[in-house]
């Protein structure tokens, strides 16, 4: 891992990896006065998901869920030519890390519904893996700026919530991916 990366030319001190998605590697940040979100993206092949061009999607699922009213990170920098965006850190536990710590709250299953009240309206599926949000002072925060047109079978309801708990197919999970 580099121990520094540029975004249109300004220098970064990478602090850590925060994880890998299917789209790109997420690194904390910092340019000595604030820490970021910088995303590098990748192109490691992915079995279960068709990319276009990846940058691309990155500013236009940005928008599109700003659009929307989806509590996000705000979109700060993006570099085409090295392809990274950097994004506001949002900081706090992750949903995932809640679960696993058995703190979860009644309360961010009704924020994400309210949230999917907004994302359906619009036609408009989020990524609802649990890994994705972020509470900050009792608000959730989806810290993912994925977004697809709607489809039933990958809503909250029919997918995402079968992760939102202790459920079999969270800790099947935990057992094979044993992220902390």
């Not at 990846?54 to 509590?71: P, S, T």
């Not at 924020?111 to 989020?126: D, E, G, K, P, V």
């Not at 009792?138 to 489809?151: A, Q, V």
């Amino acid at each position: 891992m580099d121990k520094k990366m540029t975004v249109n030319g300004k220098e970064y001190e990478i602090l850590k990896l925060l994880g890998k998605g299917k789209g790109g590697y997420s690194y904390l940040a910092d340019d000595g006065t604030r820490k970021y979100v910088l995303k590098q993206i990748h192109h490691e092949p992915c079995d279960y998901y068709q990319f276009g061009n990846k940058i691309e999607a990155e500013i236009n699922d940005y928008k599109r869920l700003k659009d929307i009213g989806i509590k996000i990170p705000d979109l700060i920098a993006v570099d085409i030519e090295k392809e990274r965006i950097l994004k506001e850190f949002i900081e706090g536990d992750t949903i995932y890390e809640l679960i696993l710590q058995d703190k979860m709250k009644p309360a961010y299953v009704d924020q994400l519904r309210y949230m999917c009240r907004l994302l359906y309206a619009a036609h408009t599926n989020i990524d609802y893996f649990p890994t994705n949000f972020v509470v900050q002072n009792e608000e959730i925060y989806y810290i993912d700026f994925e977004c697809n047109e709607y489809l039933e079978e990958w809503n909250f309801e029919n997918w995402g919530i079968k992760y939102w708990s202790k459920t079999p197919e969270f800790l099947q999970y935990v057992k094979e991916n044993s992220i902390t």
